[in-house]
């Protein structure tokens, strides 16, 4: 049974993130969370950036928390780590820090609440591997597509080497004519100084 729900979910996971790409954060990352906001027939997106206090990772169901201080108000905001309102999640900062939930930031404000930075370098993504598949069904369709355009190039080429070599056989035959009335012209000048 639960090898069943496993796989199921593994095959969620992979359509939900087979358009965009998850970048791999932790607790104290500052991370900006672009969302898609329906209005009626309007859709826009706006942005939420904030410190992450929580991560919970339960497959499908994972969340991440970001807490921010908006107007000298704290605001929290839980976000589910694969929602499909998510159009894009990109890491700002990287903290430094020994916890896992920063639930005391809560009471902190100012430079208390401050997380150091730190630097780890270039972190894989954490869910990037569909989207470099997406990219390879891309390629195949462009490469299927390329080959029927080169098809159509090779027949386009045909008929204009026929074309240019027209041209070629009309500017001798006019070359020869222009030679032949040169040729006329300068017999007559002959005749007429004689």
Do not use: W
Not at 55 to 80: A, C, D, M, Y
Not at 149 to 159: A, D, M, V
Not at 170 to 175: F, I, M
């Amino acid at each position: 049974m639960n090898n069943l729900l496993e796989k199921f979910e593994k095959k969620q996971i992979e359509n939900l993130t087979s358009k965009k790409r998850i970048p791999a954060f932790r607790p104290g990352d500052t991370i900006k969370v672009t969302l898609k906001i329906t209005e009626g027939d309007k859709s826009r997106l706006q942005s939420f950036e904030g410190t992450c206090i929580a991560r919970k990772n339960n497959s499908v169901n994972s969340k991440f928390t970001l807490r921010k201080i908006s107007h000298g108000e704290g605001v929290e905001r839980v976000f589910p780590l694969f929602s499909t309102n998510i159009d894009k999640i990109e890491v700002i900062r990287k903290g430094n820090v020994k916890r896992a939930k920063l639930y005391y930031l809560r009471d902190r404000t100012g430079k208390s609440a401050r997380i150091a930075d730190r630097d780890r370098g270039d972190e894989i993504d954490q869910y990037a591997i569909t989207e470099e598949e997406v990219k390879s069904e891309e390629r195949s369709k462009d490469n299927g597509t390329e080959e029927n355009q080169t098809e159509s190039i090779e027949q386009n080429t045909q008929p204009k080497a026929q074309e240019e070599q027209i041209k070629k056989e009309d500017a001798q035959k006019e070359s020869i004519k222009s030679e032949a009335s040169t040729e006329e012209v300068e017999k007559k000048t002959d005749e007429q100084s004689k």
